[in-house]
């Protein structure tokens, strides 16, 4: 049974920093991070590319870094510099290409962590 489970949201100052976990149970393959803000379609944030590296958006280059502790079954994404438009919710979710949004797999995703940056 996959469960992920998404912590560390909350609100930040513009500028600020966050770091977003996904704690991963059941299994243990690829975790990427997507976020949805209102009114808007989810979109990728950082995950596996299909070469295999760490693919980030546009918009989380430079800014946003993904960082898997398998030791700790967690995914972490450490975000700096936050600005107004990355608030959103933000979900972890396995067997899914951020850029592509394709599913490998079954497709699990976490519940979501609510980040708002004012």
């Known amino acids: 049974h996959v469960q992920l489970v998404e912590s560390g949201g909350g609100s930040a100052q513009i500028g600020g920093s966050l770091r977003l976990s996904c704690v991963v149970s059941?299994?243990?393959?690829?975790v990427a991070w997507f976020r949805q803000a209102p009114g808007t379609t989810r979109e990728g944030v950082a995950g596996?590319?299909?070469?295999?590296?760490?693919s980030y958006a546009e918009f989380a280059e430079g800014r946003f870094t993904l960082s898997p502790d398998t030791a700790k079954n967690t995914v972490y994404l450490q975000m700096n510099s936050l600005k107004p438009e990355d608030t959103a919710v933000y979900y972890c979710?396995?067997?899914?290409?951020?850029?592509?949004?394709?599913?490998?797999?079954?497709?699990?995703w976490g519940q979501g962590t609510q980040v708002t940056v004012s």
């Open positions: 979710a396995m067997d899914f290409f951020p850029e592509s949004g394709n599913c490998t797999g079954s497709g699990y």
């Open positions: 059941g299994d243990h393959r690829m």
């Open positions: 596996p590319g299909d070469d295999g590296s760490t």
